[in-house]
């Protein structure tokens, strides 16, 4: 079966333009880390798109998903905020074994081209609960099952402490992104800026 083309691919807001670049990027990875208020902002950061009618998958690994600021930001531009946020399809996985599953097997059957966020997923992978062994093994399956859907993946990397033996596991999964940001603080406002360009 034909994968499906790219659904109206959008034109980023000119923030996310360090991680995205100012057209509409290739399929691949685009990764984003920072501050813990990084979920909150991009999702806000993308209100221009949602409004011009850009639909996308948010799977919201780190329960960060914020409606309430996303909606603000689409307010201030005059538009509908349940309107554009309707453009968003939330899946919220409660365990590293269902976020594979929701990578790995669900999206594939759902996707038909819109670009996709996968939302803080450390905190399920830095899970003690779970032993090394089958947290690593889920982490090479979530980064095969993104390379093999020709999306443009976004994954936002909330920095955080990791647990012994698992410290390289946030740079192993941003080494595979085509471009990677970071989300400063620039005095009052909060900026992506290019952390590290990928051929």
């Given at each position: 079966m034909p994968l499906p083309p790219a659904v109206?691919?959008?034109?980023w807001p000119r923030a996310l333009h360090p991680m995205m670049g100012r057209a509409g990027p290739e399929p691949g990875i685009y990764a984003a880390a920072g501050l813990a208020c990084l979920p909150s902002w991009?999702?806000?950061?993308?209100?221009?798109?949602?409004?011009?009618g850009t639909r996308l998958f948010w799977?919201?690994?780190?329960?960060?998903?914020?409606a309430y600021g996303a909606g603000y930001a689409i307010r201030r531009l005059g538009a509908d905020a349940r309107a554009?946020?309707?453009?968003?399809?939330?899946?919220?996985p409660f365990n590293l074994f269902q976020l594979e599953t929701m990578v790995c097997r669900k999206l594939p059957g759902l996707w038909r081209g819109e670009p996709v966020?996968?939302?803080?997923?450390?905190?399920?992978?830095?899970?003690e609960d779970v032993h090394i062994r089958d947290a690593?093994?889920?982490l090479t399956r979530v980064?095969?099952?993104m390379k093999a859907l020709p999306a443009v993946w976004m994954v936002l990397s909330v920095e955080r402490p990791a647990p012994r033996g698992r410290e390289s596991w946030a740079r192993e999964l941003l080494s595979h992104?085509?471009?990677v940001a970071r989300l400063e603080s620039a005095g009052e406002r909060l900026r992506l800026a290019r952390a590290r360009p990928r051929g």
């Open positions: 109206n691919p959008p034109l991009f999702l806000s950061a993308l209100a221009p798109a949602l409004v011009d799977i919201d690994a780190g329960n960060g998903f914020d554009a946020l309707r453009r968003v399809e939330l899946a919220r966020v996968v939302s803080d997923p450390f905190p399920m992978l830095y899970d690593r093994r889920v980064i095969e099952g992104a085509r471009h």
